[in-house]
């Protein structure tokens, strides 16, 4: 949702055809998350892996915020050069800043643009799909479940945040996806 937002603010277009990519991503990350569940489950501590996915949805949400609050400095001075993302470490980016997945700056998410968008969407919902697994077996259509929810809360975020969200709320909103995974986690 707060993808969806983000975009529909920076004004963003997100396609058919790429959203539809990021939901299929999606979908086979839950996929994988249930299938390495399945198979560690009985020699994995639930209690462990739970702690660990939380940690780690707490960690993307300190980079949110450290990347924001990075980002407000350097907007102040823009005379100092801001180094580029190896590619593992982009993937956490575009999950911390969701606009950064518009790699060309053409106001669009392209199919290839929504690959990587879709990868690191799926990092959050393999951490969510693995400990939900890990407690109690989830159906077989729960990747398709999955896939389509994503691609109906981005949809809504960008709705919603061309429709409803004020000027003073803009200001406030880039802190507002750090704080949601730390809460989360």
């Known amino acids: 949702f707060a993808t ?15 959203l539809s990519i990021v939901g299929i991503i999606n979908g086979l990350a839950v996929g994988a998350a249930m299938y390495g569940a399945h198979l560690t489950g009985d020699s994995l501590d639930t209690r462990v892996a739970m702690l660990c996915g939380s940690a780690l949805l707490v960690a993307l949400g300190v980079y949110s915020l450290f990347q924001e609050c ?3 400095i350097t907007d102040k001075l823009p005379s100092i050069p801001v180094p580029h993302a ?8 575009i999950l911390a800043e969701p606009a950064t997945a518009d790699l060309d700056n053409s106001k669009g998410i392209s199919p290839w643009e929504a690959l990587f968008l879709g990868l690191a969407l799926g990092i959050d919902n393999m951490t969510v799909a693995f400990g939900a697994y890990l407690l109690t077996p989830l159906p077989l259509y729960a990747p398709l479940v999955m896939g389509g929810i994503q691609i109906l809360v981005i949809a809504l975020g960008l709705q919603t945040s061309k429709q409803l969200v004020s ?14 995974l730390i809460l989360l986690g």
């Open 4 to 18: 969806g937002i983000a975009y529909g603010l920076k004004k963003i277009r997100l396609p058919w055809t790429s």
């Open 167 to 180: 000027e003073r709320i803009k200001k406030k909103i880039p802190y507002l996806p750090g704080i949601i």
């Open 70 to 72: 990075r980002s407000q």
């Open 86 to 93: 190896s590619f593992p470490f982009s993937l956490l980016r």
